[in-house]
């Protein structure tokens, strides 16, 4: 069966740190996977999406950028963060077929001081 | 575009209470619909799917039936248990969308023992 995995749990950065968030997938091949930021008040943000690896794109103008290293393996950076850069962050997979559905990790919550 | 809208709640019902969580859409094309699930704290766990007109999700006691003609894909449990406590989340994806999910804001549903 196929696992996501996300780390670390919680962060707690001071403003203009970098930052460096990771997510890896189990049991399965040439995923799509997802980045998503939860602001509190619950809606879901697509920050970038990966049909391949090396293959990014993203969906705001943002302080983060994301790269994918290896097939199932996706990660969130910044340079510098921001205040506003604290939420929860969550990967997500789906399969290059059938209806798309995606399957999310534990999350990350990060907070900037 | 696509467009998912649900009632934003929140929703507080009493344990054994019946459940209703609307949820409409606008799409191009023919979406495949889902809920998910969001427990305090965790990622969203998907609840159920229906692929085409006329099919029935359903898991753990909670139903939603795709309805083309109404553009619709409601959410209702029978009788609800204090467990259900969680957000809900209505969402669609079709293949004109580049693989990415268009999310409803979500529902917070609090049941009182």
């Known amino acids: 069966s196929q696992t996501i995995h996300q780390w670390p749990a919680t962060l707690v950065q001071p403003v203009g740190s970098p930052l460096s968030l990771e997510c890896t997938v189990e049991?399965?091949?040439?995923?799509?996977l997802y980045w998503y930021r939860q602001a509190a008040g619950r809606g879901l943000q697509l920050l970038f999406y990966s049909v391949g690896i090396g293959q990014i794109s993203s969906e705001v103008p943002q302080n983060l950028s994301a790269s994918r290293p290896q097939d199932r393996q996706f990660i969130l950076s910044s340079k510098k963060l921001l205040l506003s850069d604290s939420g929860f962050y969550l990967c997500?997979?789906?399969?290059?077929?059938?209806?798309?559905?995606?399957?999310f990790g534990p999350g990350t919550r990060l907070t900037v001081t | 575009g696509n467009s998912v809208t649900q009632m934003e709640g929140p929703v507080t019902l009493s344990e054994e209470a019946f459940l209703t969580i609307n949820c409409t859409y606008t799409a191009t094309g023919y979406p495949s619909l889902f809920w998910y699930v969001q427990y305090p704290g965790e990622g969203l766990q998907l609840l159920l799917k229906a692929t085409k007109a006329d099919d029935k999700g359903s898991n753990k006691g909670f139903e939603a039936t795709y309805r083309k003609e109404t553009t619709s894909f409601h959410l209702e449990k029978g009788s609800v248990q204090v467990s259900d406590s969680a957000v809900y989340f209505c969402a669609l994806s079709d293949r004109g969308s580049n693989y990415k999910l268009t999310f409803g804001k979500g529902t917070l549903l609090t049941v009182n023992p």
């Open positions: 997500a997979w789906s399969a290059d077929r059938g209806s798309y559905e995606q399957y």
């Open positions: 049991g399965t091949s040439n995923p799509n």
